[in-house]
């Protein structure tokens, strides 16, 4: 027998949380509002079975969408070339696969994509 831990309420609207911090405060560098929006009415991100995860599982999904965040901030904030940061942001967009969470997108669809105020889309659905 298997005693697994169940993820808390809590650490499940963390991660919600975590999500649209994504939507609201790094997307907008790199896309249109009105891709932002379009990637929301698609569902990206979705979390199915959120409730279902247990306690590891949601800790993996957590830190998978906090290293993806920071590397993605990391660009916003520097010219320096990210590519050192490529293994890293690939290895967490798997484990977001792992978990059925589409996010479909590579470290070079966000590098040097930053104009300003004028997000670019470099991703198209």
């Given at each position: 027998?298997?005693?697994?831990?169940?993820?808390?309420?809590?650490?499940?609207y963390y991660v919600k949380e975590?999500?649209?911090?994504?939507?609201?405060?790094?997307?907008?560098?790199?896309?249109?509002?009105?891709?932002?929006?379009?990637?929301?009415?698609?569902?990206?991100?979705?979390?199915?079975?959120?409730?279902?995860?247990?306690?590891?599982?949601?800790?993996?999904?957590?830190?998978?969408?906090?290293?993806?965040?920071?590397?993605?901030?990391?660009?916003?904030?520097?010219?320096?070339n990210l590519s050192g940061y490529?293994?890293?942001?690939?290895?967490?967009?798997?484990?977001?696969?792992?978990?059925?969470?589409?996010?479909?997108?590579?470290?070079?669809?966000?590098?040097?994509?930053?104009?300003?105020?004028?997000?670019?889309?470099?991703?198209?659905?």
């Amino acid at each position: 027998m298997k005693v697994v831990t169940a993820s808390t309420p809590e650490q499940q609207y963390y991660v919600k949380e975590l999500i649209e911090k994504l939507y609201d405060s790094i997307f907008p560098y790199f896309f249109t509002k009105e891709y932002i929006q379009e990637l929301k009415r698609f569902n990206l991100m979705h979390v199915p079975n959120l409730e279902d995860l247990d306690l590891t599982e949601i800790m993996e999904v957590t830190a998978a969408v906090q290293t993806i965040t920071t590397i993605l901030e990391q660009s916003v904030q520097t010219t320096d070339n990210l590519s050192g940061y490529e293994q890293a942001f690939n290895k967490n967009a798997t484990i977001l696969s792992k978990y059925e969470i589409d996010f479909p997108f590579q470290l070079n669809d966000f590098c040097g994509n930053i104009k300003g105020n004028t997000p670019q889309n470099t991703f198209t659905i």
